[in-house]
């Protein structure tokens, strides 16, 4: 989500392809089709995630407060009512499907629908939901809320034994993990010169945790928890106006969804994992593109939301009208 925490929005990267060539000098390229519509237009979705064993996806609502479920025949229905159990926003979610959990990011923020809350005076609340996957249960859920104080859960990554680690972006920007073990929430890194963390993703070994923040990718290195950044070429930009949302690990690869620019690239990486060596456009300005947030790769495909509409604010705080809104479109890109 957004680096300024009066706002939400998403941060973003734009990107230089090996022949020096940038995204933003590219008027189109279109290689994404559309896996599915939501008609729902006031939802100002964030996040998605997939159930592999039922062939089911999550969508959630920045402005509801809700989340919805896509059953595999197509038909859609609320899996988390509006608030329920405190929810604020929806911004990151993850399907924990061995162990049918679906975890759920969720901040305080002008999106949501009635919210009033002031940073300066009552603080930000936020807090990390864990939901069965199945009945939409809760299960539990671990809270952050104090007084002049602005916490942002922002996105979280599931390891292989269950264990989640979650990015805190606003005050005190930081890593937090949920394990299957301790089953509390335990702050296990603070950013030092970094702001603004945000999308996440695990090597194939779960020894490297990327991080995507504004000034680019950085890597802690797991167990020790050390920090390095990611090395990127020159004519690669993954900072500022370029940055990332969503971040995925493929193929010794990492995804990235970059908003503000309306692209989603892919960038090869060294053999060690610590250097990007190429990168590749996959989507430059799609049609239905309007603040492109986070997607679920799914075998050899990236499904992703393509039109969050952050923006769609009229001065006075409130939403356009329906009739300026679009349908939540549900992309989908072939990998290679």
């Known amino acids: 989500m957004n680096p300024s925490p009066s706002f939400i929005h998403i941060i973003s990267f734009s990107i230089l392809v090996a022949f020096s060539v940038s995204a933003q000098s590219i008027t189109r390229i279109s290689h994404s089709y559309t896996a599915f519509t939501i008609t729902e ?23 509801k407060g809700k989340i919805v479920k896509i059953l595999r025949n197509g038909d859609l229905q609320d899996f988390i009512l509006p608030k329920q159990h405190g929810l604020w926003m929806i911004i990151g979610i993850k399907a924990d499907v061995e162990r049918r959990n679906l975890w759920v990011c969720s901040s305080g923020g ?32 671990y809270v952050l809320d104090s007084p002049g104080k602005v916490h942002f859960f922002n996105d979280l990554v599931i390891n292989k034994k269950g264990d989640v680690y979650i990015t805190h972006m606003f005050s005190e920007p930081s890593i937090y993990k949920i394990s299957t073990t301790e089953n509390k929430l335990e702050k296990i890194f603070v950013f030092d010169n970094i702001k603004y963390p945000n999308g996440l993703a695990l090597s194939n070994n779960e020894s490297k945790l990327y991080v995507a923040h ?92 393509a039109n969050a509409q952050f923006g769609s604010f009229n001065d006075d705080g409130s939403l356009f009208p329906q009739e300026k809104l679009y349908e939540t479109y549900i992309l989908k890109l072939i990998l290679e």
């Not at 100002?44 to 592999?52: G, N």
């Not at 002031?118 to 249960?137: C, M, Q, S, Y």
């Not at 060690?272 to 799914?298: A, D, F, W």
């Open 41 to 63: 237009k006031d939802l100002l979705p964030e996040s998605i995630a997939y159930d592999s064993i039922k062939n089911e996806f999550f969508i959630g609502s920045t402005r």
């Open 110 to 141: 002008d999106n949501l629908e009635g919210y009033r809350f002031k940073d300066k005076n009552e603080g930000r609340p936020a807090g990390v939901f864990k939901f069965n996957l199945d009945t939409g249960k809760l299960i539990k859920k």
């Open 214 to 305: 504004s000034d680019g990718i950085s890597i802690i290195n797991i167990p020790d928890y050390k920090i390095q950044p990611l090395k990127t070429p020159e004519n690669i930009k993954v900072s500022k106006q370029e940055s990332i949302d969503g971040l995925y690990f493929y193929n010794n690869s990492l995804i990235g969804i970059q908003p503000d620019i309306n692209t989603v690239q892919q960038f090869t990486l060294d053999k060690l994992g610590i250097n990007i060596i190429s990168s590749k456009l996959l989507e430059v300005n799609h049609p239905v593109m309007n603040n492109p947030t986070t997607g679920e790769v799914i075998g050899n495909q990236l499904y992703y939301i």
